[in-house]
C-alpha cells in the first residue's frame, strides 16, 4: 500500500500510521485537525467533505476532542477514509487543487496542543521504575509497595501545565531541604530531571460520574498514545510531597509530543501483556493483549552540542495496561471525557542503559552521565534540551512517534541555577540526597514524617 | 440600602451579598449566568444590555468563566451596576416587563456549575484538622509535618469529578485492606465520610507557564468563595495512598455549592490573618488581611428523618490564605486560568465540635455522633444527605452562602454497604482503623511502607 505523498525510507509516518495533529499555518492561524503522512500533513478540516457526515463535524473543529468523543467505531470510519484518500490514485490525488491546499509540508506546520485536556492522570506502572527507587530509598527486599502489584497507582496531576513538545520549560524555583531536619531553603530547583513516560489520550462519549469503565471494554476507549517528559523538580518533591504527594514539584510543566498515534495503528506490534502475580481482581483482568512493542529513547542535549543519547526503553516493560489504568481509575465512579490524558509513569527497563529519569540513570547521584560533547551530568542544566523519539519496527513496517523535545531555561541569570554550578552547595544537597524525594521515597523512621 | 425585591428576614441573599451562579429553568434550558437576591435570581444575560459594552459578553455567557476573566476591576463594574439595578426605585423596577422576564424565583431554577473548572486543587491549610489527624495517627508532639508550616501543602485533584449540590454521590467501590498486613479486599467502601471545606474560583486573565501570581496580588485574582463538600473514602484511600497521594479515593464526586459569594461582599467580614509562625518566605508574606468570619455548619440527615447539625466551624480557623495558597501554587510556574478552583482542605476548629469530618468527630471511630432520630453514626450509611452551610453574619447584615448538599446511594444492593450493615466485618476492620488511611496518616516503621 503505497501514498502519493512521498514517505522517505525510515520515516516515522508511513500511510500504516497517520497520528493525528493539530495544526496552523502562518497563512492560516485557525487551528485545525491533521494526519502526518511522510514530510507533510493533510488538513482534514479541508477534506472533510469527503468523509461520511457524521464525523465532518469533528473534522473541521479546532482540536481532536470532537473526533475523540465520537468513539471507536467513527475512529475506524475515519482511519479507513484517510487511508483510502493518501493512497495512489485515490480521487484525492487527481484533485490537484485540493491537494494543494490540503497537503502542507510538516516545515509549515506550527504543532498544538491535540486536545483540550480535562484531567490529566500519572500513572507509576514501571516495575523497573519503581523497583528502582524502591532499592534507591528503601531495600531491595522492601522496594514495592505493598499496594504496588494489587492495583495501577497513579494521581492526579496538573492539566493547564501539559504542554506541546517545542514549549521552553523554565528551571522552578522552590523550597527544598539541602539539610535533613535543617531550616527549608527558597531558590531554584537543583534537581532537575525528565520522565520517560507515554500517555493515552481517552475516548468516546463522557461518561457520568458514578459510571465505571468495564477493563474489557476500555481498550475501546482509548484513542491513541503520544510520548510525554513528566519535568520532576526532585529537591522541590523531597520536601513538598508528604503527605499528599507530588504538587509544584510536577506542575512546571509537562510536555507531550505533537502526534496522537491510533492504537489501530500499533496493532501489529501488540505483545502479550507483562505477566501478574498475584492475581488481579476481576475488574483489573482482561484476556485480550493491550501491551506494545514500542523502541524509546532519551536523548540529552547541551546547548550548542550533540545529542547524546542516554536511555533505551520500551513500553512493553510496563506492569499495567492503559485499560486497567483506566479501569481501575473509574473503579470508585470517576467519570472520564474525551481528550483526557492518561500518563504510564516513567518507563524504565530491566537493563541500566534502560532507565527512564536521571534519578535512575545516575542512581540518585552516586555516578555521572557522559556526554559526547565531554560534559557530564547528574541532574539538568540550564540549556539542555531533553528529546525523546519512540517507534515500533517490524517487517520494514517503521510506525513512529516524532519527538517530544523541551530546552530548559532559567530567567533569573544573577543567581546560580544549575547543580554543577552551585558548587558550594553540592555537599550539602548530596548529602541530602540519601533521602532525595521520589515518588517512592519512604519517609524517616524518626517519627517526623 | 434596599431592593426592590423582597428579602426575606434572615435570608443568605441580601443585596449586599449577590452571589453568582448558572441556572436554567423549564422554559428554558439554555444555561444562563445569574446573581441571587432574595428568594429571586436576577438573569444577567437577560439584562445584559445594562451593562457596560465591554462586560456584556460575559453576561451572555453560559458559564462564569468569562466574568472571571475579564478581572478585578470588571468584576466591580459589573457588581456596582446590579446593585444599582436591584435598588429600589432603579430604572430596571420601573421596566415591569424586563423584571418579568429577569427576576426568576429560586425555585424554578435548576443551578448547574458556576463554571468549567479546568483544575482543581485541593489544599490541606487547618492546622487544627492537621494536628487532629497528626495526633490520631503519630502523637501530639509530632502532629505536624515538618512542611506544614512552611507552605500550604496540597495536592492536584480531579475537575471532572466536581458536581453541583444535588448531585447524589454513588457509594464507590474499590480496593481496601481490612486487616494489615493480610490481602486486600475489594467492595463497597465502608468508611465514607465527608470534609467540610471552602474553595475559591480563581479569576483574572490566564497566566503564562513559568509565570508566578505573587502574593500581595494574588486576592485581585481571587473571584469568590463557595462552600464545598470533599467525600473521601477513608478505607480506599488508606491502601491506594502510598507513596504518590489520593487518587480514586477522593474522584467519586466532590460537591460545590452553587452560589459563590464575591471576595467584595466578605469585605465586611475580614478578619487578621491567622498568625504565622515560624515566619514564611517573602514569596508567601503578605500584609493586608486575608481572612474571613464565615460560620459553617454540617447536617447529617438520614434519610426520611430530621437533620442534626454535627460540626460547627468557621472559615477563620485556616492557618494559610487563600492569597498564600494561589502565590504558592504558582511558585514553580504553573498556569492559571479563570475557572480553576481551589479548595482549603477540612476546615477544623480547635473544638470538638467544630470538627470538619467523620474521621475527627469520632476520632477514627472510637466514638459514635448521636442523631436527632435515634441513630448513630461512626461514617456515612446509605441514604444519608449531608448539609454544608455557610453564613457571615454582623450588626444585622447576613452574607450567606446557601447550601451544598448531596446525598449517599448504592446501586449494588444485593451486597452490604454500609459500615453497619456489615456486621460481620466490623471487627477486622475496626482493628485496621488503627491504621486507616487519613490524609497524613504515617506509614508504619515496619519497613514495608
Request: proline fraction near 7%.
Amino acid at each position: 500500500m503505497t501514498s502519493f505523498v512521498p514517505v522517505p525510507k525510515g520515516s516515522d509516518f508511513p500511510l500504516e500510521n497517520l497520528p493525528y495533529g493539530v495544526f496552523s499555518t502562518r497563512d492560516n492561524s485557525q487551528k485545525r485537525v491533521c494526519v502526518a503522512i511522510g514530510e507533510h500533513v493533510l488538513d482534514l478540516a479541508a477534506v472533510s467533505q469527503l468523509y461520511p457526515q457524521n464525523v465532518q463535524a469533528a473534522l473541521q473543529s479546532e482540536s481532536l476532542n470532537a473526533l475523540m468523543g465520537l468513539g471507536y467505531e467513527a475512529w475506524n470510519v475515519v482511519r479507513t477514509r484517510t487511508t483510502e484518500l493518501l493512497t495512489k490514485n485515490s480521487p484525492l490525488e487527481q484533485n490537484s487543487t485540493l491537494v494543494k491546499s490540503a497537503i502542507i509540508p510538516q516545515s509549515e506546520c506550527q504543532m498544538h496542543l491535540p486536545a483540550n485536556i480535562g484531567d490529566y492522570t500519572d500513572f507509576y506502572s514501571s516495575i523497573y521504575h519503581a523497583t528502582n527507587v524502591g532499592i534507591m530509598f528503601r531495600s531491595k527486599e522492601n522496594a514495592l509497595m505493598p499496594n504496588w502489584k494489587h492495583l495501577p497507582v497513579g494521581y492526579h496531576g496538573r492539566a493547564s501545565s501539559v504542554v506541546v513538545s517545542g514549549t521552553p520549560i523554565r528551571r522552578p524555583y522552590g523550597q527544598t531541604i539541602p539539610v535533613e531536619n535543617a531550616a527549608p531553603f527558597f531558590g531554584p530547583c537543583r534537581l532537575l530531571d525528565f520522565e520517560l513516560e507515554m500517555a493515552f489520550f481517552v475516548g468516546g462519549p463522557e461518561t457520568q460520574l458514578g459510571e465505571r469503565v468495564p477493563v474489557e471494554q476500555a481498550w475501546k476507549r482509548i484513542f491513541g498514545f503520544t510520548l510525554m517528559n513528566d519535568w520532576s523538580a526532585r529537591d522541590i518533591q523531597k520536601w513538598e510531597y508528604v503527605p499528599l504527594g507530588p504538587f509544584t514539584a510536577k506542575n512546571l510543566g509537562t510536555t507531550i509530543s505533537p502526534w496522537v498515534v491510533p492504537v489501530a495503528a500499533l496493532e501489529p506490534f501488540l505483545v502479550p501483556n507483562y505477566p501478574q502475580d498475584p492475581e488481579v481482581f476481576p475488574y483489573l483482568k482482561h484476556t485480550q493483549p493491550f501491551n506494545f512493542d514500542i523502541n524509546l529513547f532519551v536523548d540529552l542535549k547541551p546547548e550548542n552540542q550533540e545529542p547524546t543519547t542516554i536511555c533505551k526503553s520500551n513500553y512493553r516493560h510496563l506492569y499495567w495496561t492503559a485499560a486497567q489504568q483506566l479501569a481501575h481509575h473509574t473503579i470508585t465512579g470517576c467519570n472520564v471525557r474525551p481528550g483526557d490524558l492518561m500518563a504510564s509513569g516513567t518507563i524504565s527497563g530491566e537493563t541500566e542503559d534502560s532507565f527512564g529519569s536521571m534519578l535512575e540513570l545516575c542512581w540518585k547521584g552516586t555516578k555521572s552521565i557522559q556526554l559526547k560533547g565531554g560534559d557530564s551530568r547528574k541532574f539538568l542544566q540550564d540549556g539542555d534540551e531533553v528529546i525523546i523519539r519512540g517507534y515500533c519496527e517490524k517487517d520494514g513496517l517503521r510506525i513512529g512517534f516524532g519527538k517530544c523535545a523541551d530546552k530548559i531555561f532559567c530567567i533569573e541569570r544573577s543567581v546560580p541555577c544549575t547543580f554543577e554550578i552551585a558548587k558550594n552547595i553540592e555537599h550539602c544537597l548530596f548529602t541530602g540526597l540519601e533521602d532525595v524525594l521520589s515518588e517512592s521515597l519512604i519517609p524517616n523512621n524518626n517519627g517526623r514524617f
